[in-house]
C-alpha cells in the first residue's frame, strides 16, 4: 500500500493518529504472520528457517513498541490442549486503534484485574499481501517518533503528547 500523502505530512509534523499507529501495528503483525506461514513451508532443516524465525521476532517486536502508547481495552482468554494433552490458558491483551484490532499474548501475572475479560472461541489468522500494506520503512519512521518520545499521538479517545495523557 503506498503511504497517503496526509499520513506523510502528519509524521513530518510530528503527529501520530490512530489510522497510521494502526496501520502500522498491522502491517508489523501481518508481516509477522507472512513469515510464520512461509515456514510452514520449509523443511525442518532448511537453512531458511532461522531468518523466518528472526523475522517474525522483529515484527512482533516492532508492533509491541507501536502499541505500547496505548492502553489495552479487555482481556481475552483461550483454553487450549498443551502437548502433554493438559489444558492451558492463554491470555492476550486486546486493542483497539482506530479501525484495527490487536491481540498481545501475556502471561496470567500480567492480567490486569480492571481491565474486562472475555473468552476467546476462534483465534487464528492469516497474513496479507505486503502490497496492501503500509511500507516497513514508515513503520520505522513511526517506531523512531515514538522513541523520541518528541510527538502528539491523536486518537479519538485521548490526545497524548511526548507520551503524556492531555486529557488527564
Known amino acids: 500500500m503506498r503511504t497517503t500523502r496526509q499520513m506523510n505530512q502528519l509524521l513530518k509534523q510530528r503527529i501520530i493518529t490512530d489510522d497510521i499507529l494502526g496501520a502500522c501495528a498491522y502491517s508489523c503483525s501481518k508481516r509477522a504472520k507472512n513469515y510464520r506461514d512461509e515456514l510452514r513451508e520449509y523443511p525442518r532443516f532448511s537453512r531458511y528457517r532461522k531468518n523466518c524465525h528472526e523475522k517474525i521476532d522483529l515484527y512482533y517486536r516492532m508492533k509491541d513498541e507501536l502499541l505500547s502508547i496505548v492502553k489495552p481495552i479487555a482481556v481475552h482468554w483461550q483454553n487450549q490442549l498443551d502437548y502433554d494433552e493438559s489444558l492451558i490458558t492463554k ?51 513511526v517506531l523512531e517518533l515514538i522513541r ?7 486518537s479519538t479517545t485521548a490526545t497524548i503528547e511526548g507520551g503524556k495523557d492531555l486529557n488527564e
Open 91 to 141: 491470555y492476550f491483551f486486546y486493542y483497539s486503534v482506530g479501525s484495527y484490532s490487536f491481540h498481545k499474548p501475556i502471561e496470567a501475572k500480567d492480567v490486569d484485574p480492571s481491565l474486562l475479560k472475555y473468552k476467546l472461541e476462534n483465534f487464528y489468522t492469516t497474513g496479507e499481501d505486503y502490497r496492501n500494506l503500509v511500507s516497513v520503512q514508515f513503520c520505522e519512521k
Open 148 to 154: 523520541s518520545k518528541d510527538y502528539t499521538y491523536l
